[in-house]
Every structure is written in C-alpha cells, then in structure tokens.
C-alpha cells in the first residue's frame, strides 16, 4: 500500500512538472512513463576494480603532456592567434603584389636610383593598404565580443597591425636582398630605407585615419592619396613651390627619416588609444 501511494505521488508530482515544461498534453502523457522510469532507477555502485579499470582507460585516452618550447610565450602565443583572424585577401594581395613589384623591378632595372625602382614605389602604398583593412565599423564590432578575452582590444590590434606590418617587411627585406644580390651597384641598406621608412609612415596614417573613421576605405585612400602626391608630382617638369610642397619630398628625403620615424610610433599610439576606447565606448552603448 505505501508502494502504491509512493508511485501515485511520484506520478502526481512528476505530471505536474511535466505540464509547466510541456505545452501539449499528449507530449506531458508520452514523457510521463519515461520520466517515472528515471525516477524509480538506481544507479549501481561501482566496485574499486570497475573504478580502477575507468581511470586506466580514461588515462589512455588523455592527450601527451604538451612540452613548453621557446615560442610557447604570451605574446607569440597571440601572434598566432591572430594570424586567422587577419583577412585572407589582405595576406593574397600584399604577396601577389610584391611579388609583381619584385618581377617588374627585375626586369626592368636600369642602374637609376633606388627612389624610382618600382619595389620601392609600391612596397610603402601595398603596406598601407592592408594595414587599413585592419579596423573598420564591422570589425570594431567584432572587437566587442574580444573583449571579454584576456587580451586587451589595443592588444588585439597591435598584434594584428604587428602580424601585417611584418609580412610586408618581411617581403620588402627579400625584395631588397634579392635586388643586391643580382645586381652589385644595388646597396643593400640605401634601398631597404628608401621603402622602409615611407611604408612605416603610411602604414601608420592609414591605420591611424581607419580608427579614426572606423572605415578602411578612408584610411586605405589616405595612404594612396598622399604616397601618389609624391610619386607623381615629383616627376613634373619645372614644378613650382606650391607643387613641390604638394608633392612632400619629405617622404623620400633622407634627413626626414627620424621624425617619420617618430611620427609614424606616435600615429600608431594615438590609433591604439582611439580603438580601445572606441571599442570600450560600443560596448556601453549595446
């Protein structure tokens, strides 16, 4: 009798939680059966030998113990992490490019000054391109759900601007060792800061006005706009002083290169703090 009364009071309750899940009566009286089953179910007790024989297999199965090596440090580490989420098409068109650049420049070289090698003219401008493709509206947004990551959203984009920046660095440093290599009256170190250090200032304004628009159209045209104002000025015949002021010969001119140098860290720094904050500021507002 206190079996029967148990069950009836174990149906009762079980039903009554049933409806408040369960909309469909039919659905309550199909559950019912199966959830009085778990209900009346008892687990077994495992014995020392099945318990034994569980944690032998469930070892079996953990992976190796990883082995630290010397690229296992934080900021490596996050390096890598970001190397998917940079655009592939930025990682595409910054090598087919300058592997046209290096190509055209191969072909065509003439023993003229490394100011008009076409490596040098398009290095700085590919650069800054990608780069400003690395912030815009859509991926402030995304920076939103990064945030509640360890790393910082400036973290973030300086490890991105860091893995970009570097690629194209990394390509212009082959472009130029391969040049001096073929050609003996290439000096290898005059090249390498004739593109050097008009990509570093570019790069640096492209990112700067893409943070700041929160549109990589923007910064990319900004670069562009500015390095082709000195490409194609500069080779106007007779050019006046307002022509030759628009051109900004800085950008090529050797004892300019410290303060791009600095201009180009102080850019960055500025874009950084923009870009947290404005990050910090979507997730307030959503």
């Known amino acids: 009798m206190d079996e029967q009364n148990k069950y009836l009071n174990d149906r009762e309750r079980l039903e009554a939680i049933l409806q408040e899940d369960v909309e469909s009566p039919e659905d309550v009286k199909s559950l ?16 020392k030998k099945a318990t034994l024989s569980l944690v032998d297999v469930l070892v079996r199965e953990m992976p190796s113990v990883h082995k630290k090596h010397w690229f296992d440090v934080w900021p490596l580490l996050l390096l890598r992490s970001q190397i998917r989420v940079v655009r592939r098409e930025i990682w595409a068109a910054t090598l087919l490019t300058m592997l046209l650049g290096i190509l055209v420049t191969l072909g065509t070289y ?3 000054s490394e100011q008009t090698l076409p490596i040098v003219i398009l290095a700085p401008v590919v650069a800054a391109i990608g780069v400003a493709f690395l912030y815009d509206n859509d991926s402030e947004q995304m920076m939103e759900l990064e945030n509640s990551t360890p790393a910082s959203v400036r973290m973030l984009l300086l490890a991105r601007l860091t893995l970009v920046f570097g690629f194209n660095l990394a390509l212009g440093m082959t472009a130029s060792l391969l040049l001096s290599l073929v050609y003996a009256d290439v000096l290898l170190l005059p090249l390498i800061m004739s593109w050097l250090v008009p990509m570093s200032f570019l790069s640096a304004l492209a990112f700067f006005s893409s943070v700041v628009a929160r549109d990589a159209t923007f910064g990319s045209i900004a670069g562009m706009f500015l390095w082709g104002m000195h490409i194609f000025i500069r080779y106007v015949p007779d050019r006046n002083l307002i022509l030759h002021l628009l051109s900004w010969p800085g950008l090529s001119a050797p004892e300019s290169r410290p303060v791009l140098f600095v201009l180009a860290g102080l850019l960055v720094l500025l874009a950084l703090w923009i870009g947290g904050s404005s990050s910090r500021h979507l997730g307030e507002t959503l």
Do not use: C, F, H, S
């Not at 199966?34 to 007790?45: D, E, F, I, M």
């Open 32 to 47: 019912l059966d199966v959830a009085l089953l778990l209900n009346r179910w008892q687990a077994p007790k495992p014995d």
């Open 110 to 112: 003439t023993g003229t």
